[in-house]
């Protein structure tokens, strides 16, 4: 069992934690104030359970990975997801700003 990788996905969990109650009540507030339609994938997003699913469904297929042979997968695993978990909210939440911001051009 590869503890490090399961440690590295437990701070992917601990940010979709921070994300649901934390973060994307600020996006939601800040949103609400541009009044302009948001993109489907940032109103995903902004649900509160999203991004805490999303980070459990990526520590569930690391910890899964960690019972496979290759000693690699599951470090390689955990932080690819742990690293995506964050870029991905975080360009859902800004997908509203740049699609304003092209209307504008």
Do not use: H
Request: glycine share 4%; charged share 10%; with cysteine.
């Amino acid at each position: 069992m590869n503890v490090a990788a399961l440690i590295i996905s437990a701070l992917g969990v601990m940010w979709g934690l921070a994300a649901s109650l934390l973060v994307g009540p600020t996006y939601v507030k800040m949103l609400s104030d541009m009044g302009s339609p948001s993109s489907p994938l940032t109103q995903l997003l902004l649900k509160p359970w999203a991004p805490l699913a999303f980070s459990v469904v990526c520590f569930a297929l690391v910890a899964s990975s960690t019972r496979l042979d290759a000693k690699w997968l599951p470090l390689t695993m955990s932080l690819v997801t742990t690293l995506a978990q964050p870029t991905f909210f975080l360009v859902a939440m800004y997908l509203p700003i740049f699609e304003l911001a092209q209307a504008l051009k």
